[in-house]
């Protein structure tokens, strides 16, 4: 009897099916070619301007149509994070990565073939050898009326000075000299660890009428900047770790979202569409009748409060009258507190006084950075009791199952009445092991879950992450 081949369709070694494998599979394939090549140019660039660079030069060896199409992009990240994480664990060298990031840059932009540029992203620790480099990164963006600007060298110490050259009037056979470059293009810029002047800043503003963004991050230079003029664009302002800042005043408009490290050095003055402050302050008295006086003119139209308060070990009993009397925001729907070194139940009066100028609340986030148990004093029966009717989410980040932490906690509870779920991010325990003392997030969790959960009504979910 002949044998016969059974037939199944995982059968790795069939081959009778081929002849209609190898058809269906030539079908699909000029189906999907006709359906790329009926697409134009300039959409296949859009697309791949949401690749990223290197995954967008990869497409240049599917065929001779696609060979230049990612040259024409119009979104130049130069962002490789993978590589950082190298750089940080030590697996790769510092200074052999960034001869590799240079010529990667200066290959891409030679080979470059748009007249415009929605995006240029500049982001790695670079060194002084690169200076001239950067300078002319620069001139390629601006020459190409760049729309988003990201010049970012990782953290200090700073090295690369933003050429105020480059707003120097160049001489013309016209009436009126030109700006070297064009900066009207321009909507979002971000510094990070670049030496920038005030008045670089304030060209900036004044040749930039679309510009819509302003980030500067670790450039002590700047000390005096003013960002005013009624017909501002602005609608975010970031001034974060300037440490040479000495006063920044502020009149713009259209500006939603403020972000300062230091809110007592800043002027508010015209800004009636301010939704969203970011800053720092102590939490002694005089500190915060300046933060007071500084948001006089928006805390009544302040939807989101994001305040790191510093703890100066005033002590002070009960509630002082710059916390009794904190000018009410009722529109306030998110309030973030980041709370350095707080000194137990003193921590909760001011915390509870906060909470209670905002009456229609919906999240509350607290984040506790002191590391070692406080004192705990008599000041509970201090806190002025307030029904919260909005409150939903509270985060409580940074719990060490402190006392202190423990009558906060409580005091949400007795006062959300609406509450619907806690969520938890415990500091890790440190245990005693051989050799010195060892972080266990698992008894944290676990510590955080012990104490809390017999404190939950059953309307309340408490989420430990």
Same mark, same amino acid.
């Given at each position: !009897?002949?044998?016969?081949?059974?037939?199944?369709?995982?059968?790795?070694?069939?081959?009778?099916?081929?002849?209609?494998?190898?058809?269906?599979?030539?079908?699909?394939?000029?189906?999907?070619?006709?359906?790329?090549?009926?697409?134009?140019?300039?959409?296949?660039?859009?697309?791949?301007?949401?690749?990223?660079?290197?995954?967008?030069?990869?497409?240049?060896?599917?065929?001779?149509?696609? !060979?230049?199409?990612?040259?024409?992009?119009?979104?130049?990240?130069?962002?490789?994070?993978?590589?950082?994480?190298?750089?940080?664990?030590?697996?790769?060298?510092?200074?052999?990565?960034?001869? /590799?990031?240079?010529?990667?840059?200066?290959?891409?932009?030679?080979?470059?073939?748009?007249?415009?540029?929605?995006?240029?992203?500049?982001?790695?620790?670079?060194?002084?050898?690169?200076?001239?480099?950067?300078?002319?990164?620069?001139?390629?963006?601006?020459?190409?009326?760049?729309?988003?600007?990201?010049?970012?060298?990782?953290?200090?110490?700073?090295?690369?000075?933003?050429?105020?050259?480059?707003?120097?009037?160049?001489?013309?056979?016209? =009436?009126?000299?030109?700006?070297?470059?064009?900066?009207?293009?321009?909507?979002?810029?971000?510094?990070?660890?670049?030496?920038?002047?005030?008045?670089?800043?304030? $060209?900036?503003?004044?040749?930039?009428?679309?510009?819509?963004?302003?980030?500067?991050?670790?450039?002590?230079?700047?000390?005096?900047?003013?960002?005013?003029?009624?017909?501002?664009?602005?609608?975010?302002?970031?001034?974060?770790?300037?440490?040479?800042?000495?006063?920044?005043?502020?009149?713009?408009? +259209?500006?939603?979202?403020?972000?300062?490290?230091?809110?007592?050095?800043?002027?508010?003055?015209?800004?009636?569409?301010?939704?969203?402050?970011?800053? &720092?302050?102590?939490?002694?008295?005089?500190?915060?009748?300046?933060?007071? &006086?500084?948001?006089?003119?928006?805390?009544? =139209? $302040?939807?989101?409060?994001?305040?790191?308060?510093?703890?100066?070990?005033?002590?002070?009993?009960?509630?002082?009258?710059?916390?009794?009397?904190?000018?009410?925001?009722?529109?306030?729907?998110?309030?973030?507190?980041?709370?350095?070194?707080?000194?137990?139940?003193?921590?909760?009066?001011?915390?509870?006084?906060?909470?209670?100028?905002?009456?229609?609340?919906?999240?509350?986030?607290?984040?506790?950075?002191?590391?070692?148990?406080?004192?705990?004093?008599?000041?509970?029966?201090?806190?002025? +009791?307030?029904?919260? =009717?909005?409150?939903?989410?509270?985060?409580?980040?940074?719990?060490?199952?402190?006392?202190?932490?423990?009558?906060?906690?409580?005091?949400?509870?007795?006062?959300?009445?609406?509450?619907?779920?806690?969520?938890?991010?415990?500091?890790?325990?440190?245990?005693?092991?051989?050799?010195?003392?060892? /972080?266990?997030?698992?008894?944290?969790?676990?510590?955080?879950?012990?104490?809390?959960?017999?404190?939950?009504?059953? +309307?309340?979910?408490?989420?430990?992450?």
């Amino acid at each position: !009897m002949a044998k016969t081949k059974r037939v199944g369709i995982d059968d790795d070694d069939d081959t009778s099916f081929l002849p209609m494998k190898k058809k269906m599979c030539a079908n699909r394939c000029r189906f999907h070619d006709d359906l790329i090549s009926r697409l134009p140019d300039d959409i296949l660039v859009d697309i791949l301007s949401f690749l990223s660079l290197k995954e967008a030069a990869r497409t240049s060896l599917l065929s001779s149509r696609w !060979m230049n199409l990612w040259k024409q992009t119009q979104s130049l990240n130069f962002d490789v994070p993978s590589t950082l994480k190298k750089i940080k664990k030590g697996s790769h060298s510092l200074n052999w990565e960034r001869n /590799k990031y240079v010529k990667w840059v200066k290959d891409v932009l030679g080979s470059y073939k748009s007249t415009t540029l929605k995006q240029f992203v500049i982001r790695f620790p670079l060194g002084i050898s690169a200076k001239d480099s950067i300078t002319r990164w620069l001139e390629f963006a601006f020459c190409r009326q760049v729309q988003r600007l990201e010049l970012n060298l990782g953290k200090p110490p700073n090295f690369y000075c933003f050429p105020e050259e480059f707003f120097t009037p160049r001489e013309t056979k016209l =009436q009126q000299p030109r700006m070297l470059f064009d900066f009207k293009s321009l909507k979002q810029l971000y510094f990070k660890s670049i030496i920038v002047s005030d008045r670089a800043i304030e $060209l900036f503003l004044h040749n930039c009428p679309l510009l819509e963004q302003l980030i500067v991050h670790f450039s002590e230079k700047i000390s005096k900047l003013e960002v005013c003029g009624p017909s501002l664009m602005l609608k975010h302002l970031e001034i974060v770790h300037c440490t040479g800042l000495k006063s920044l005043k502020v009149s713009a408009p +259209r500006l939603t979202t403020l972000n300062v490290t230091v809110l007592k050095v800043v002027l508010l003055e015209n800004v009636p569409m301010l939704v969203d402050l970011t800053g &720092s302050c102590d939490d002694d008295s005089i500190s915060l009748r300046h933060l007071i &006086s500084t948001l006089s003119c928006c805390i009544s =139209q $302040l939807e989101s409060l994001n305040l790191n308060l510093v703890d100066r070990h005033v002590r002070y009993g009960q509630e002082t009258d710059e916390l009794r009397n904190f000018p009410k925001m009722p529109k306030l729907k998110k309030l973030f507190i980041e709370y350095d070194d707080a000194l137990g139940d003193e921590s909760l009066i001011r915390l509870a006084a906060l909470a209670r100028a905002s009456p229609h609340l919906e999240e509350f986030v607290f984040e506790n950075t002191w590391q070692h148990p406080r004192k705990v004093t008599p000041y509970k029966n201090a806190v002025i +009791r307030f029904r919260h =009717q909005h409150l939903k989410v509270f985060k409580f980040r940074g719990y060490y199952g402190h006392a202190s932490d423990t009558d906060f906690v409580q005091y949400i509870l007795e006062n959300c009445v609406v509450l619907k779920k806690i969520i938890v991010r415990p500091c890790a325990v440190l245990i005693c092991v051989k050799g010195g003392e060892l /972080k266990d997030e698992q008894i944290a969790r676990e510590n955080a879950k012990f104490g809390l959960e017999p404190l939950l009504p059953r +309307r309340v979910k408490l989420v430990i992450v």
